[in-house]
């Protein structure tokens, strides 16, 4: 199914995990895809992070992107 491999579903997972720790707030990696992953997590979870760090990652991810 194409919205499991959505990066609202993917923040979504990541947020799952955040509470199964038991971790108010943490520090948020994202490389390449990740960082997509990352970007989408801290606008919709913003104060559960911490600090975000991208690396190698798009700056712009839009419809057409998301589509293909």
């Known amino acids: 199914m194409a919205a499991d491999y959505s990066l609202a579903s993917y923040a979504s997972d990541l947020e799952a995990l955040r509470e199964h720790l038991g ?15 990352a970007m ?20 712009v991810w ?4 998301e589509a293909a």
């Not at 989408?40 to 700056?59: D, E, I, M, Q």
């Not at 839009?62 to 992107?65: K, P, R, T, Y």
């Open 23 to 37: 971790v108010e707030q943490f520090d948020l990696l994202g490389f390449s895809h990740g960082g997509m992953v």
């Open 40 to 59: 989408t997590y801290a606008a919709t979870y913003g104060p559960r992070v911490g600090r975000l760090v991208l690396v190698s990652t798009l700056a």
């Open 62 to 65: 839009g419809d057409e992107a």
